[in-house]
C-alpha cells in the first residue's frame, strides 16, 4: 500500500515528523507533499467551515493511483451531515483530516511546549483513526482504542494511538506494523 499524505493550503509546523509518526504505524511506503486548496465549493461562508464530503470529493481529483490511498490534512474547521463539526472523514481510497479542533490553542492553551505535544499526539491518532477506516475497520466500542469514534478532544485525548487487540486482529497481517 502507498499512502500518499497530502497537507492543503496552509504549512503546518512539524508535518514532516508526522507523516514519520504515520508511517511506523502501518506497513505502507509513505509519500507526501503540500498541494493548494483547489477550486471548490464546499466552503460555507456563514458556518465558517468546509463540508468535508464536498471538499474530499474535489480533492480527490488529484487522485492517487488505483490500490493506492490518500490522506489530505487540512488547517480550516469542517463539519459533515448533521455534525456540527468532524475531525476527520473517510472514504474508501481517501480521508480528509481537520487540525483545527485538535489544536490546543482552539481551546485557548497558552502553553506553546504543551500545546505542540498535545496537537502533535491528537493529529496522528486522528489520522490513524481515518486511515483505519480505509484499510476496512470500523468504530470500535473500546474507548481506548484508536478507532473510537471522538465526540470531542477529550475522548481524542482518552483514546491511545494504537489499534486494540480485536481491531488488529481483523486487519490482514501486511497492513499493521
Ligand atoms: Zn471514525
Ligand atoms: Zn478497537
Do not use: W
Not at 511506523?24 to 509513505?30: T, Y
Not at 472514504?91 to 483545527?100: D, K, Q
Amino acid at each position: 500500500m502507498i499512502l500518499s499524505v497530502f497537507l492543503v493550503g496552509r504549512s503546518l509546523p512539524g508535518f514532516g515528523n508526522l507523516v514519520s509518526a504515520i508511517s511506523r504505524k502501518f506497513r505502507a511506503r509513505v509519500q507526501y507533499a503540500m498541494i493548494d486548496m483547489p477550486a471548490t465549493r464546499s466552503f460555507n461562508k456563514k458556518r465558517e467551515q468546509f463540508n468535508a464530503e464536498k471538499l474530499l470529493r474535489d480533492l480527490f481529483r488529484f487522485a492517487p493511483p488505483p490500490g493506492d490511498k490518500a490522506v489530505y490534512i487540512i488547517r480550516d474547521d469542517m463539519y459533515a451531515g448533521k455534525l456540527s463539526f468532524v475531525f476527520g472523514l473517510a472514504a474508501e481510497r481517501a480521508c480528509i483530516l481537520s487540525t483545527a479542533r485538535l489544536d490546543p490553542r482552539f481551546y485557548g492553551e497558552k502553553d506553546m511546549e504543551k500545546a505542540r505535544e498535545l496537537f502533535k499526539e491528537r493529529v496522528i491518532k486522528e489520522a490513524v483513526h481515518e486511515i483505519g477506516h480505509m484499510v476496512g475497520l470500523f468504530h470500535c466500542p473500546d474507548r481506548k482504542c484508536v478507532m473510537a469514534f471522538s465526540n470531542s478532544v477529550e475522548d481524542v485525548d482518552f483514546k491511545e494511538k494504537e489499534l486494540c487487540k480485536n481491531c488488529r486482529k481483523s486487519l490482514p497481517g501486511d497492513i499493521i506494523e
